[in-house]
């Protein structure tokens, strides 16, 4: 096995998986006992699933990026009694109080000290592996029990696909998902080698180079990534011996391309419930036609085409397929009606069950199966499988749903998921945003479209066929579309539409919600200072993001310096505000998803830094930020109590902020630290490494386009700082992280910020504080940068210092989902410090 470059063997992994079976059986897991399994896709998550099977156990996996909502009945579903986790993942997912077994941090404490000889087996084939959770029709998931039968049978004779010690796998499938039982088990079982790709967001290129370099022949892909892989990957892929995809319709395309090139294709049929994989076909180019086959039943199967009465039909006939045999499942737990509803009587078997897919197939000649579609609301999108209904029930959740529709959208890897609601005085975005806190994000709708009322078919039931197959979105676009009234207007519609690439953008369209971000929001500015001469700080775009605003915006601003600084990212409410300080880089549009979520009882600003339009310099140090932001601040807020505070460097200045306002006789009622480091008390202070800040800039541009970037600092020494940041330039525009609208000189402008930040934070030392101090710090920060649990905060004698831990990494805890947890936790702690703030006041008159 390997993991980050770590070769493991298999004696020294089963090894560590009997330590963790005896230490689990002496906390009670045995047969049947539910393990909830919630630990990245690493080296620790097999040895995890391994050590519970050991031990009798069935392990649940949970992931922790999934609504808390979502997870608590998950775990309640399976009758989780006991949680297996990564530390820093442990606190979210166990809040209904199981036992916690941290297999990260107690392992040298107390795992390590268990025998390392095999435990006693307790349990046979009859006996459940794991429980899968799987989108559920009733707005619920629904938990599929898979015996250890049914994954023995997957990899051992079934005909899949090659097995065996030549093998090497690559684990890339999400761990909740069973296209990880084929990948974990078909390399362990055979004494194959299992290559573990690191959780995080998938990079074709990344994933290219990890084929080449591990030398992986055997593969599991979805459609949709099978697609984009053999679009992209063509060469990294062709050296894959066998690739096997499914989970949706396959592209013909790229089916012929893979095939012609001489590559063995397997394309996978199989819903959850028969254990991954139901029917494969081995795809020869005669084969492809305007679809694919899905082949013939796998060992130990048994399919069944049948009629309303449940009657075989002939061939070239429409069906439904039902699945039996060793790969079934028990069922789902917990939910016998459930489980009768699709598992039934077989009329072929005395006392066989067979499981009612729901897909529609025929019989081709040969013997060969072809799918056809679906016979309910069910979808599969980018390999995921999806309940309309349970879309559809998450939003009638909300108070203005009356009546909710999903739909889907789109072909292959365009594949989309729509929703209709009918919601008076709701707002598409809002809802949107309330079904994230619900759903897992794959499932979240890429638009919601507020109607008057949904489309009927004569008999009264929703028009499904006409929601999807219409442009309904469109036209409902186009009735809500504002023509542009004033030259004004109209140069600013023109300028969002050309920076952004729609084709027309109305009076009242958001930019942000079009798809623009602060890097293209620069050239707007620069675009608005060319075409109508107007000197526009970035902070209005923030401000007055559709084009009606803008406008009077332009109209009506002022020039003052603490205008130009101060963003009002969300400018409703009587409460207390909150001011938040750039992060390295000086934007605030990490702040923005914050500022959505933390509700409208108060306004919400951002302090931007100077410099980044390229007109004036930034500022080098600590203090000077501070004063200014500081007038800024005063201009808003003439009087105290304050609440303020940063993410990363935003801390730092706000440290100062804070202090400055002490010294002019102001109080803070709270100072809050988001994941910020303190500066070292002896920390030299010297110029930030040109090679490091610019890997640092293209790192930025990959995660604002959803990537990772791989360019190290090495790659570029031995260069001017010019070509280094030309090189940096080059790859960011082919990797297609940066817009070809995106010039240059914005990113020397962003450069200069950076640097300059760099440079104030390395020369800053902090001094005392009076004010309430709050830290709080991403979960799985990187503990090594700080001194101590309070991210070096403690040394510089804060007495009202408190610590609290927030699910997410230093950049994951701004964004959506881990973001809600953040701002639940900022309206808690500043409710609560302005009300004691008010009432000592109020204490103090009496």
């Known amino acids: 096995m390997e993991w980050a470059g770590q070769q493991v063997s298999y004696e020294a992994l089963n090894r560590r998986a009997n330590q963790l079976a005896h230490h689990l059986r002496g906390m009670g897991v045995g047969p049947e006992v539910r393990v909830g399994l919630c630990v990245e896709r690493s080296l620790e998550w097999v040895v995890s699933a391994l050590g519970i099977l050991k031990a009798g156990g069935v392990y649940v996996p949970l992931d922790a990026s999934y609504p808390l909502e979502r997870l608590g009945w998950m775990k309640r579903e399976a009758g989780v009694a006991l949680l297996v986790a990564q530390e820093k993942l442990a606190d979210e997912v166990a809040a209904g109080g199981e036992l916690v077994v941290s297999v990260d941090t107690e392992w040298a404490t107390q795992i390590a000290r268990q025998p390392e000889t095999n435990p006693e087996a307790r349990v ?87 084929l080449k370099e591990a030398g992986v022949t055997s593969l599991w892909l979805t459609a949709a990534l099978f697609e984009q892989m053999q679009a992209y990957q063509p060469e990294a892929l062709s050296g894959v011996r066998q690739v096997l995809a499914g989970g949706d319709v396959l592209s013909v395309g790229r089916v012929r391309e893979r095939v012609r090139r001489g590559g063995i294709l397997l394309n996978g049929y199989g819903p959850t419930e028969g254990t991954t ?40 006939v429409r069906g439904e ?19 009768a509803e699709r598992f039934v009587p077989s009329p072929f078997g005395e006392g066989e069950r067979v499981y009612r897919t729901g897909d529609e197939v025929r019989w081709q000649e040969g013997g060969v199966l072809e799918f056809l579609g679906r016979r309910d609301a069910q979808v599969k999108v980018r390999g995921y499988r999806i309940e309309l209904g349970e879309v559809e029930e998450a939003l009638k959740q909300h108070a203005q749903v009356k009546e909710a529709a999903a739909v889907v959208r789109g072909e292959g890897q365009e594949k989309r998921v729509e929703a209709y609601v009918v919601a008076p005085g709701g707002e598409g975005g809002a809802l949107k945003e309330y079904v994230r806190q619900k759903l897992p994000e794959y499932m979240v709708p890429s638009v919601v479209v507020v109607l008057e009322a949904l489309p009927l078919t004569p008999n009264g039931k929703v028009d499904r066929k006409a929601l999807a197959a219409t442009d309904l979105r469109s036209r409902v676009a186009a009735e809500t579309f504002v ?84 963003v009002a990212l969300q400018p409703e409410g009587a409460g207390t505000p909150v001011f938040l300080v750039h992060a390295v880089g000086g934007a605030v549009g990490p702040y923005r998803a914050l500022a959505r979520s933390m509700g409208r009882e108060r306004p919400l600003y951002g302090f931007q830094a100077a410099g980044l339009d390229g007109r004036e310099p930034p500022l080098e140090q600590v203090e000077a930020l501070a004063r200014r932001y500081v007038d800024a601040m005063r201009e808003r807020q003439p009087k105290g109590p304050y609440v303020l505070g940063g993410w990363s460097l935003g801390g730092v200045v706000a440290f100062e902020m804070a202090r400055e306002l002490e010294r002019q006789g102001q109080s803070v009622a709270l100072l809050v630290l988001l994941d910020s480091f303190a500066p070292g008390e002896n920390a030299p202070s010297r110029e930030p490494d040109a090679a490091l800040l610019l890997a640092g800039m293209a790192m930025d541009l990959a995660r604002t386009a959803g990537a990772e970037s791989t360019l190290r600092p090495e790659a570029l020494s031995g260069l001017t700082e010019e070509a280094q940041f030309t090189a940096v330039v080059e790859h960011a525009r082919q990797a297609g992280w940066l817009p070809p609208e995106v010039e240059a000189s914005t990113l020397r402008a962003w450069r200069d910020v950076t640097r300059a930040n760099l440079r104030a934070l390395a020369a800053y030392r902090p001094g005392p504080v009076q004010c309430p ?71 103090g008159e009496g």
């Open 124 to 210: 046979g084939g009859g006996n459940l592996a794991y429980v899968m959770f799987t989108s559920g029709s009733t707005g619920k998931p629904k938990g599929v029990a898979v015996p250890q039968r049914a994954v023995t049978r997957l990899v051992k004779g079934s005909g899949v696909a090659d097995f065996g010690p030549e093998e090497v796998w690559l684990q890339l499938a999400p761990t909740g998902f069973d296209a990880s039982t084929l990948e974990v088990w078909g390399a362990l079982l055979h004494g194959g080698k299992l290559v573990v790709y690191p959780e995080g967001p998938l990079e074709l290129e990344a994933v290219g180079r990890r």
């Open 773 to 843: 101090v709050l830290l709080l710090r991403a979960k799985d920060a990187q503990r090594s940068q700080a001194v101590e649990p309070s991210h070096g905060w403690a040394r510089w004698g804060l007495s009202g210092l408190t610590v609290e831990d927030v699910p997410g990494d230093h950049y994951s805890v701004l964004r959506e989902p881990r973001v809600e947890t953040l701002a639940r936790r900022l309206v808690e702690h500043v409710g609560a410090a302005t009300g004691r703030h008010e009432a000592a006041g109020q204490q």
């Open 321 to 339: 397929l039902y699945v039996g045999g060793e790969g079934l499942a028990e069922g789902y737990v917990g939910r016998p009606e459930w489980t």
């Open 483 to 566: 023509t542009p009234r004033t030259d004004a207007e109209r140069v600013l519609a023109g300028i969002f539409s050309e920076v952004l690439g729609v084709p027309r953008v109305g009076l009242h369209d958001d930019f942000f919600e079009l798809g623009g971000h602060s890097l293209l929001a620069t050239q707007v500015v620069a675009r608005v200072r060319t075409e109508l001469g107007v000197d526009m700080p970035l902070r209005a775009l923030f401000e007055a993001p559709t084009v009606l605003r803008l406008a009077v915006w332009l109209l009506s601003s002022d020039t003052e310096a603490g205008a130009r600084d101060c």
């Open 277 to 316: 994989f139901t029917t494969v076909h081995r795809v020869a180019e005669e084969d492809v036609g305007l679809t694919v086959p899905i082949g013939k039943p796998v060992g130990n199967t048994r399919v069944y085409v049948l009629d309303e009465g449940m009657r075989p039909v002939p061939v070239g």
